[in-house]
């Protein structure tokens, strides 16, 4: 079975320094991997995915995620954090076997709270 | 209107009532989907719909009763809910699964649930 580890329950930054959501996942063969972030009384939107190929994947909002397949990792980062980016971060992990269906596994979800 | 949307949005009711949930999705997608949303709790899957039909069922019990009459709409029927069933109910729809792609879920805003 999948899961997904984001260790850090909040990350607090000052805006205009770089902004790190850490994920890690666990899953049998390949995965795939995806960043969702969910303002106050809103869904999740999505941010990112990452398929195969280039392991910097770039999204919305100047997002970028890094996949590491050696440390099972999937890190957000962002360079320069704005006040609005405050809210809740969902990492996300499904594998690649067709079988496994479009069925996601979430994280526990980082909040990140981004200060003038 | 776009996207997916909820109705309705917030929702208090009795353990001896019934009640619907609705979701609808302009997006053109196959494949939709109800998630359960607890506070610090990860965002966990309750039943998946492909062309209309029920795909994955994770073990839910049987007071919540999911029906999708048509692509385009979802409902999440409710009775002799329990206080711990409190919690934001997200709906989500995403391009048809049988197809093999990897596609991103689009999600509603949620209906936040309330059980007395």
């Known amino acids: 079975a999948q899961s997904v580890a984001q260790p850090e329950d909040q990350v607090n930054v000052a805006e205009g320094n770089p902004l790190t959501v850490k994920c890690t996942y666990s899953v049998s063969g390949n995965p795939y991997l995806f960043w969702y972030v969910q303002y106050p009384n809103r869904g999740l939107q999505f941010l990112l995915k990452?398929?195969?190929?280039?392991?910097l994947v770039k999204g919305s909002y100047g997002f970028e995620a890094e996949f590491n397949k050696s440390q099972t990792s999937f890190h957000l980062k962002k360079p320069s954090a704005l006040v609005s980016d405050s809210a809740l971060y969902f990492c996300a992990v499904r594998p690649i076997l067709k079988a496994a269906g479009n069925k996601l596994t979430f994280g526990g979800g980082t909040r990140v709270l981004v200060k003038p | 209107e776009t996207g997916v949307t909820q109705t309705p949005r917030h929702l208090v009711m009795g353990m001896t009532n019934k009640k619907s949930l609705k979701c609808e999705q302009h997006?053109?997608?196959?494949?939709m989907y109800w998630y359960k949303q607890s506070a610090k709790k990860p965002l966990e899957l309750m039943f998946v719909?492909?062309?209309?039909?029920?795909?994955e069922n994770n073990s839910v019990p049987s007071r919540f009763s999911p029906e999708c009459p048509n692509s385009s709409h979802l409902f999440l029927h409710l009775h002799t809910l329990q206080p711990e069933d409190s919690a934001l109910y997200l709906c989500?729809?995403?391009?048809?699964?049988?197809?093999?792609?990897?596609?991103?879920?689009?999600f509603g805003p949620g209906t936040r649930l309330t059980v007395l």
């Open positions: 719909y492909s062309l209309e039909e029920r795909v």
């Open positions: 990452y398929i195969t190929g280039d392991n």
């Open positions: 997006l053109g997608h196959n494949a």
């Open positions: 989500a729809s995403s391009q048809d699964l049988a197809s093999g792609g990897v596609y991103e879920q689009f």
